[in-house]
């Protein structure tokens, strides 16, 4: 791997970070396995989405510079270029609803829907409106 690669990389993990803070706050509390998912999952998110960013002729830094503030014309692009691309998006949307769902369950008192929440987070289940979602990162 380039040090470049490696830089970029670095820079995206530490986006990622703050951009979870960001958008779903402490995520501490949470399992382990949800919490390397989400990790996972913006990761994968961000990185496509600085590469959307390239092919609309913006510069990596730039769009790393701006990336806290989700390019809404951007993130309409991605989920209309590829399958792999929408289907990443919706996955990015749905782990959003579900992480903001669990972090509200009190887990010794609602067991059963905390665990119920967990699983379809972890399985990828996409069952809610992306525009819902997308406000609620932006609002």
């Not at 399992?31 to 600085?50: H, Q, W």
């Not at 590829?82 to 887990?107: P, T, V, W």
């Not at 829907?113 to 809610?128: C, H, K, P, S, Y």
């Amino acid at each position: 791997m380039s040090r470049a690669t490696q830089t970029t990389l670095r820079k995206i993990d530490s986006i990622v970070t703050a951009a979870i803070a960001l958008y779903l706050g402490d995520i501490s509390s949470l399992p382990r396995a949800v919490k390397n998912k989400i990790f996972e999952v913006y990761r994968t998110f961000f990185t496509a989405y600085i590469n959307i960013g390239r092919i609309k002729g913006i510069s990596e830094n730039e769009t790393l510079e701006n990336i806290a503030e989700m390019d809404e014309d951007l993130i309409n692009y991605m989920q209309h270029f590829f399958s792999d691309y929408q289907d990443l998006y919706r996955g990015f949307m749905d782990l959003n609803r579900y992480a903001k769902e669990l972090m509200q369950i009190d887990s010794i008192k609602h067991p059963e829907q905390f665990n119920e929440i967990v699983d379809n987070l972890l399985a990828g289940r996409n069952l809610f409106n992306d525009e819902h979602v997308f406000n609620q990162l932006r609002g």
